[in-house]
């Protein structure tokens, strides 16, 4: 089978794997989608990587079930899935509540340091899977597996609601989810990039207001479309120092921020910025089993426009040319499919 190696540097690698064979606990997916997320893009623009030593890339992992190991009762072949893509212990008190990404063991993390969905199959343990329900596509749930499950705990974390107007920072894959969900929701959305393509699909699938961070200067923007007072909420879903700065400048006293952006050294002026403004700020790190489930379920029952999100499909022979017109930052979500 084929499968994506990212190899640094901006490089990728298209090999050849041997098939996978489900251990007792395991079963085998075959690949339907695969999401591009934004946590790609590190190991992708990151220092070369010995080709020998990669895993294969994808950590957004949905198609259905092609073989089960012998132990495995819960899943049949057809069933169409999800992977949530780590793997813990099993044991500790967060695996046990679907956590396995809080494992105090240990963890793997698929497309990491294990194969992961780009390629033709998967090796999964039984207990990573949660089901796709029907009314989603494959590409859908490849979104629900890492950026949009990511929005949705975020949004959640943050206790979303109709009262609120919310800051969101970023608009691609995770940002743009968010800013769909948050509408679902009842929350008005002021959503900010730097590029107007992403502000362009922002404005059409729930945002109230769009700003340019480029151009115009968003903490003042946000306090203009507030009465002066701020958003009541605010997500940076960028990881970028600045848009966390202004995330937590733009909320209003008594506020909520919540970063879920990944990388970066970010400093603040705690007092004022923080301390004197009352803030209540959280990370959010991706999502539970449970959440994954919860996610999708809300994405059916609240008619979410989900499909709106995937932008740019690739097959995997042209994984460079996917990688690198994610990078540029402009699209929506990218995603591999297969025939
Ligand atoms: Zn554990
Ligand atoms: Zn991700």
């Known amino acids: 089978m084929r499968g994506v190696l990212l190899l640094g540097e901006r490089q990728v690698a298209l090999r050849d794997f041997p098939e996978p064979a489900p251990g007792p606990h ?22 070369r990587r010995d080709p020998e030593r990669a895993f294969i890339s994808g950590h957004e992992p949905c198609g259905v079930v092609a073989e089960i190991g012998s132990a495995v009762t819960a899943w049949k072949p057809g069933d169409r899935v999800m992977m949530h893509h780590y793997y813990g212990c099993g044991q500790c008190k967060y695996c046990r509540v679907g956590y396995s990404q809080l494992c105090l063991v240990s963890h793997k993390t698929y497309g990491s340091n294990a194969h992961g969905g780009n390629a033709d199959y998967l090796l999964a343990p039984a207990s990573t899977l949660v089901r796709l329900p029907e009314e989603l596509t494959y590409e859908e749930g490849a979104a629900v ?19 609120d107007t919310l ?116 990370g959010s790190w991706t999502f539970s089993t449970v959440g994954m489930e919860e996610c999708a379920r809300f994405i059916v029952d609240r008619r979410v426009p989900l499909q709106h999100l995937i932008t740019h499909r690739f097959p995997l022979e042209r994984a460079a040319e996917a990688f690198a017109l994610f990078d540029g930052g402009k699209t929506g979500k990218c995603v591999f499919t297969f025939e």
Do not use: W
């Open 26 to 47: 395991d079963v085998v997916i075959q690949m339907k989608a695969s999401g591009l997320c934004g946590s790609d893009l590190r190991p992708y623009r990151g220092p």
């Open 145 to 163: 597996a890492c950026g949009t499950g990511t929005a949705y705990m975020a949004l959640k974390r943050l206790d979303v609601s109709g009262r």
């Open 167 to 282: 800051a969101i920072y970023g608009q691609g894959p995770v940002g743009l989810s968010a800013t769909m969900l948050a509408a679902a929701m009842g929350a008005r959305v002021i959503a900010i990039d730097i590029a107007p393509e992403r502000l362009a699909l922002a404005r059409e699938h729930g945002a109230a207001e769009t700003i340019n961070a480029g151009e115009t200067d968003p903490v003042k923007a946000i306090r203009d479309l507030t009465h002066g007072e701020g958003a009541d909420a605010a997500l940076d879903a960028t990881g970028n120092p600045e848009a966390r700065v202004n995330a937590v400048q733009c909320a209003r006293t008594f506020g909520r921020v919540c970063f879920v952006g990944e990388g970066n050294t970010t400093t603040f002026d705690v007092s004022p910025q923080i301390i004197h403004k009352q803030l209540t700020i959280y």
